[in-house]
């Protein structure tokens, strides 16, 4: 349906009104609760492909979900890093048996991993929508803001539904909140056009 409005088949204020619900699906770190099951559904998936039961020692379970729900793990592949973790434990666990000593070298395997992405800088969306010319000459300040706008607009359905999230606030105070309009001369700051420039973003 986005793809109507951005070809003009579609009005985008009759995707407004139809548009209703919004759901965000936050990441296994902000979920730390479905650790546990979701361990318990990984073992048993690798059963069925390995035809070997696996299962934690008690210490060593202990000892994994003590680390697995902590501030420390970061799981920033969400469950394909859990269903990784689990299939090297259990592809290696001796007897059918994971071990503490395993727990503990997966544990640095994974700080260490998680810890050297991190320092990897990846570029950002400004990077991706903009000539390194024109960001070369940005101020933090715009770049740290826009760089939030572009996210948003990333995963909007429309210029209105982003719009409706970037002025959230101030819109409660106008009696006729254009937030489509505001976006739209805000992006146009920067030369950005929301057609052009979501059809980018949702390409990479």
Same mark, same amino acid.
């Given at each position: 349906m986005t793809?109507?409005v951005?070809?003009?088949?579609?009005r985008e204020d009759?995707?407004a009104?139809?548009n209703l619900w919004t759901?965000?699906l936050?990441?296994?770190?902000d979920?730390?609760?479905d650790?546990?099951?979701?361990?318990d559904?990984e073992?048993?998936?690798f059963r069925?492909?390995?035809?070997?039961a696996v299962?934690?020692?008690?210490?060593a379970? &202990?000892?994994?979900l003590a !680390?697995?729900? $902590?501030?420390t793990?970061?799981w920033?592949g /969400?469950?394909r +890093?859990?269903?990784?973790?689990?299939?090297?434990?259990a592809?290696?666990a001796?007897?059918?048996?994971?071990?503490v000593d395993?727990?503990?070298?997966?544990?640095a395997h994974?700080k260490a991993?998680?810890?050297?992405a991190q320092?990897?800088s990846?570029?950002?969306?400004?990077d991706?929508?903009m000539p390194?010319?024109?960001?070369?000459?940005?101020?933090r300040?715009d770049?740290?803001?826009l760089e939030?706008v572009?996210d948003?607009?990333?995963?909007?359905?429309?210029l209105?539904? &982003?719009?409706?999230?970037l !002025?959230?606030? $101030?819109?409660?105070r106008?009696?006729?909140? /254009?937030d489509? +309009?505001?976006l739209?001369k805000?992006?146009?700051?920067?030369?950005?056009?929301w057609?052009?420039l979501?059809?980018?973003?949702?390409?990479?």
């Amino acid at each position: 349906m986005t793809e109507a409005v951005q070809s003009g088949r579609f009005r985008e204020d009759l995707l407004a009104r139809i548009n209703l619900w919004t759901f965000s699906l936050p990441g296994l770190a902000d979920r730390r609760e479905d650790i546990e099951p979701n361990l318990d559904y990984e073992l048993e998936q690798f059963r069925r492909r390995a035809g070997t039961a696996v299962t934690f020692s008690k210490e060593a379970r &202990a000892q994994f979900l003590a !680390f697995a729900m $902590s501030d420390t793990a970061l799981w920033p592949g /969400n469950f394909r +890093d859990l269903n990784a973790v689990i299939t090297r434990l259990a592809t290696l666990a001796p007897a059918g048996r994971i071990t503490v000593d395993q727990v503990n070298a997966e544990v640095a395997h994974l700080k260490a991993l998680w810890t050297k992405a991190q320092n990897v800088s990846s570029p950002g969306l400004v990077d991706r929508v903009m000539p390194p010319s024109t960001v070369a000459h940005l101020d933090r300040f715009d770049r740290v803001q826009l760089e939030d706008v572009l996210d948003v607009c990333r995963n909007s359905a429309s210029l209105s539904a &982003a719009g409706r999230v970037l !002025f959230d606030r $101030s819109r409660e105070r106008k009696k006729i909140a /254009n937030d489509a +309009d505001r976006l739209r001369k805000y992006l146009a700051r920067f030369d950005l056009e929301w057609g052009e420039l979501t059809e980018h973003l949702r390409r990479e």
